[in-house]
């Protein structure tokens, strides 16, 4: 009896406000308060609100038959709180149904794990212990930031205790396999790993709404269809995306709420489908390979890669820079400027001076404040600049 998985990812970046050299030792404030709420309210009216409304209400449909699972940001919980409390309201609800499972991520949204790994474990833990205190749950799987992956990203996530781990079903890590099974990473001794079938995802998370796409348009009824064609060479079928997929990248005129809300009458016409959450997946399928990824990859743009983060000079050296300073803000012992830095390492500030403007190019404009990667880079560098001289003062000051 094959699973079909959802996972959904949801994030918000605190973006930076604009801040010049002549800000630098006047203004120690960085986060774009007016941005950042206008936003998260809007993301929240046109997806948040709405789509977890739709997801209760099928839930409910389905006497819990339907299941699904989120991995929130820390810092998406920090903007909710101040922003739209409403909108973590309504996650709560879906976490009271027994049918979602909180998936842990690095609080900050970060590249922790390819700089510092004591900083990655830490992130993970901050994050481990807000899904406790926000959704009473004891996360059990891990995915790390933008399913960054690897071999060794695999084996901190089993010792640090989590049973399952979520990945990008990338071709070029799968060779001759199918993303439809559960595997275990070659070196580990239990962590299941769960790969994201691409080109179902995409259909809906890219696909959807395009005119000139030979699968347009796309009924519940078809999709639903492709995923019974599975039938007999599947047994876990993962569906990973942002959850801003629907209202925000689809928006609604498309028929996105309309298509989601039906998917699971047509999925469940053949009696041998049904949803679960990966955990759930984990323990119902046994391990059909190993599989070994000694080189990093994650679900982003063409290449799923880290170019889109790290790989040009701008991101390289603002990447650097902020890890350097990792020590120096520790021994401040100071949490606001300790909770700035780890802000400061969140994915996005260096995604947005990402120099790939080809095929990517749309996907790295998305709700992006700067008219240019340079832009992206000098602003951060302002910022990173008076930040460490404010940790310089904060350090001479621990020292009289």
Known sequence: ??????????????????????????????????????IMRKVAYKCYLPTNQLMLELIKKHHGKFRISYSISGVAIDQMKKYSPETLESFKRLAETGCVEFICETYYHSLAFLYSKDEFKLQVEKQRQLIRDEFGQEPTTFRNTELIYNNEVAKAAEELGFDTILAEGADKILGWRSSNFVYQPVNCDHIKLLLKNYQLSDDIAFRFSNRGWAGYPLTACKFARWVHDLDGNAEAINFFMDYETFGEHQWEDTGIFKFLYALPDYIFKNPQFEFNTPSEVAKKYPVRDRLDVPYFVSWADTERDLTAWKGNFLQDDALEAIFKLRESVYRTHDESLIDTWRALTTSDHFYYMCTKW???????????????????????QNVLKDFSQTVEKALEVELV
Not at 9 to 19: A, D, E, T
Not at 360 to 372: A, C, I, M, T
């Open 1 to 38: 009896m094959p699973s079909i998985c959802f996972y959904f990812q949801v994030h918000q970046p605190k973006r930076l406000k604009r801040y010049t050299i002549f800000d630098i030792n006047k203004s120690h404030f960085y986060e774009a308060d007016d941005a950042n709420s206008s």
């Open 358 to 380: 080809f095929a990517d190019g749309d996907v790295h404009k998305y709700f992006n404040p700067y008219e240019s990667p340079y832009e992206a880079y000098i602003n951060y």
